[in-house]
């Protein structure tokens, strides 16, 4: 009776195991569907929003478009430049893959589970995570060893750093309001009012950081093709190449769905959030690089700040 005893907590761990990397596999697949499918939706719409018809051909409306192109991308020769350092070179478009899938190691998918489920530190983890993948752009654009992909990472290092602090002070707002850093608590103290009510003004701020943070248009400087001609994956093609598009999409994918729970309170307004990504590339001018870091020091910081501070004293007012 003993040793059966002994054995039961070690199958239960054993168990438990097996369930957390069957969970990891399901949330990976999940996500590469999602993120290309985000890719197809996004030619489609910007497609509907300039009058033109978008993929088309490949399957009904297209919808087989994504599956074509991953595998073109797959067969397609491996080209290290000569002046790169290759083992960097090759690690770049990995690692920046990887640190975009497991970011959603926290984040409860469907309001009801994250991979971990009880983590009382996500946000932190995910603001560590959303750090990291900064510092191996430039990582990426440096051992490239060419002039446009080195401008292109000094300048998203540059972007990122300066939006992701007033990302920070906005989510400090949220977290004062629901007193907790557990994203399962936040959505839970949503259930009759959603954040966004109270937080209206820093949710419309979170949304254009987090445009900026994710280098997308207006905000691509790091890719700007008529100055650098790709930016940081001007000396990437083939899997490589996937691999960067595929994080910088699944990006998107995690910064819609964290906006979605911290001010929704529910993650069905993800898909919304995405639209907003695709509309403002679609509608709007790229700005210079000079001006978006203007705007970010000194417009959306400061507003960013001043509402921490009202939100703390209003609530230490109110308690």
Do not use: C
Request: no cysteine; glycine share 6%.
């Amino acid at each position: 009776m003993q040793g059966e005893g002994e054995r039961h907590p070690e199958e239960e761990r054993r168990r438990r195991k097996e369930m957390t990397i069957v969970t990891i596999i399901e949330t990976i697949i999940i996500i590469l569907i999602s993120v290309a499918y985000i890719t197809l939706a996004e030619r489609k719409i910007m497609g509907s929003m300039q009058r033109r018809r978008g993929p088309n051909i490949v399957g009904i409306y297209g919808i087989l478009q994504p599956i074509v192109d991953g595998g073109k991308l797959m067969i397609k020769e491996i080209i290290i430049p000569k002046q790169s350092n290759k083992i960097n070179y090759m690690q770049g478009p990995i690692i920046i893959l990887i640190l975009a899938l497991i970011i959603f190691i926290p984040i409860p998918i469907n309001n009801l589970r994250a991979i971990i489920q009880e983590n009382n530190n996500g946000i932190i983890y995910i603001l560590a995570i959303s750090s990291l993948s900064g510092y191996i752009l430039l990582y990426t654009g440096w051992s490239s060893n060419s002039k446009y992909t080195f401008i292109g990472a000094i300048r998203s290092i540059a972007q990122m750093i300066s939006y992701e602090v007033s990302i920070g002070i906005i989510i400090m707002s949220v977290i004062l309001l629901n007193n907790s850093l557990n994203l399962l608590v936040i959505i839970y103290n949503q259930i009759y009012i959603p954040n966004i009510i109270p937080l209206f003004p820093i949710f419309i701020l979170f949304i254009i950081s987090a445009i900026a943070e994710t280098n997308r248009p207006p905000f691509d400087l790091s890719e700007a093709e008529s100055e650098l001609v790709a930016g940081v994956i001007t000396e990437h093609g083939s899997m490589a190449f996937a691999a960067i598009y595929l994080g910088e999409y699944a990006f998107v994918l995690s910064m819609s769905l964290l906006t979605s729970i911290l001010f929704f309170g529910n993650s069905i307004y993800t898909f919304i959030l995405i639209f907003i990504f695709i509309w403002a590339r679609a509608s709007l001018p790229r700005v210079r690089f000079d001006q978006l870091l203007y705007i970010g020091w000194t417009k959306i910081l400061p507003l960013s700040i001043s509402f921490l501070i009202f939100t703390f004293s209003l609530l230490l007012t109110l308690n």
